[in-house]
């Protein structure tokens, strides 16, 4: 195993190998950033260092940071109806075998969006983006029942998104 001197660490028997520190929580700056940022992804550095009362320059540190530990991301959201993905449904699948598996076949089609592992009824969860109904049952019928471990699949088909949002926080 290789050794990993941290900051603090000089001094230290260099021979001595210590598990890696955890991630510290978020403190209260960056928590104001996040808060700020997901009601503005665009937001500038400048507008977020007046808003938290910090420089610039540390609010991007702060910023890279969180990103590169991948705390957070920026990303633009699309509204699927305006590119022509008329049908959005929700499919519930019971699986035999290793989930972490079929998750991951699962999450290999292109128009899957959003899978994860559950406990109850359905072993896992999947949200699919379609251009139509046509394009839904070709992936149902060839890519998504064929997956091996699935043995069955129920699907929820998506009339109106009531409520879509990103900025749960950081509580």
Not at 90 to 96: A, E, N, P, Q, S
Not at 114 to 125: E, M, N, P, Q, T
Request: with cysteine; aromatic share 6%; proline share 4%.
């Amino acid at each position: 195993m290789e050794s990993i001197a941290y900051e603090g660490d000089l001094g230290k028997n260099p021979d001595v190998t210590e598990p890696a520190p955890t991630p510290a929580l978020l403190d209260d700056v960056n928590k104001r950033i996040i808060d700020q940022l997901q009601q503005d992804g665009r937001m500038s550095y400048a507008a977020l260092a007046k808003v938290v009362g910090l420089s610039e320059a540390a609010v991007r540190q702060r910023v890279q940071r969180m990103l590169d530990s991948e705390v957070m991301q920026i990303v633009a959201v699309t509204d699927p109806l305006t590119l022509g993905f008329t049908r959005q449904v929700m499919i519930g699948l019971k699986v035999t075998g290793d989930l972490h598996k079929v998750a991951a076949d699962l999450a290999a089609v292109p128009e899957v969006d959003y899978v994860v592992i559950c406990a109850g009824h359905y072993d896992l969860l999947a949200e699919l983006v379609c251009t139509d109904d046509e394009h839904l049952l070709r992936l149902l019928n060839d890519q998504i029942r064929t997956i091996t471990g699935v043995t069955s699949t129920e699907t929820f088909v998506y009339l109106k998104l009531a409520k879509q949002t990103y900025a749960w926080g950081t509580r």
